[in-house]
């Protein structure tokens, strides 16, 4: 009758149910259903309460649970972390240390400890790799590429220069760190973009530091405009290198994180 509900239900593999209300009709593929097993007795008893212990069988010895092994990997990264490693760099004017703006004024002492490197205002990466020497450092740190994209150097001939750099300073663990954004947008009298060049450039340095298996941080990320060039107040008046404001807050504590994990992510 229309106007009872009607309920059928095959025994079968796969059935499907038909539930009709009225005029609406409503279909469900039901599961296949195990048949019930045989009921015993203990299965009409009642749960005894959860808070009861059970007793052990004569002769057991009860077991000791067993460490996580979560816990101990999370103490050894930390300790790992923690620990403190030296570093060495290679860049340009954003790195060199006696710049109020450089990012090695503001890594933190207690965690890394520069052996020195070799840093310049106005250094190329070819300058860069010709004045590189070894250092016996757990991490080196690797900034170049401003003065190339100045000069239109191809991010392809700073790619083979900075392999010469770390060939030749032979640290444990190397990290590649990504360039700062720039306002010059139309720069000399060839007009160069150096934004979107400096873009271009470390999409192609990320990319060879991946293929290498070296780090790679970007400690400029929340100051750096999708076009490249720099939020506002974040770079120092000639929209080249970052404020000292800018250096403090970003750059060390990346710097600080990038050089760190570079030890500790090698360890097994």
């Not at 050894?76 to 790195?95: E, H, I, L, N, R």
């Not at 994209?149 to 760190?177: D, E, L, M, W, Y």
């Not at 405009?225 to 720099?230: A, E, I, K, L, P």
Request: hydrophobic share 45%.
């Amino acid at each position: 009758m229309a106007s009872k509900s009607v309920l059928r239900m095959s025994a079968l593999l796969g059935a499907v149910t038909t539930v009709v209300v009225g005029a609406a009709v409503a279909t469900w593929v039901l599961a296949p259903t195990a048949p019930a097993p045989a009921s015993t007795p203990a299965s009409s008893a009642a749960a005894p309460p959860t808070s009861a212990a059970t007793p052990a069988a004569p002769g057991a010895t009860a077991a000791t649970p067993a460490a996580t092994p979560a816990a101990t990997e999370g103490t050894a990264a930390t300790s790992a972390t923690s620990a403190k490693v030296t570093y060495t760099f290679a860049g340009d004017s954003v790195t060199q240390a006696n710049n109020t703006w450089s990012w090695t004024k503001y890594v933190r002492a207690t965690r890394a400890t520069s052996v020195g490197g070799v840093a310049s205002a106005g250094a190329t990466s070819a300058t860069i790799a010709a004045s590189a020497t070894r250092r016996d450092a757990d991490v080196l740190v690797v900034m170049i590429g401003v003065d190339d994209v100045r000069f239109g150097i191809s991010p392809t001939t700073v790619r083979r220069n900075v392999s010469t750099i770390v060939g030749k300073v032979h640290a444990r663990h190397v990290v590649i760190a990504a360039i700062p954004p720039c306002n010059l947008t139309d720069y000399g009298p060839d007009h160069v973009d150096r934004a979107t060049a400096g873009y271009a450039l470390n999409r192609s340095l990320q990319e060879y530091a991946s293929s290498r298996g070296w780090g790679w941080v970007d400690p400029f990320s929340s100051v750096r405009r999708v076009d490249g060039t720099w939020t506002p107040g974040a770079s120092f008046k000639d929209g080249v290198h970052p404020a000292v404001a800018t250096a403090k807050t970003f750059l060390g504590p990346r710097m600080t994180v990038a050089i760190t994990q570079a030890v500790a992510g090698a360890k097994p």
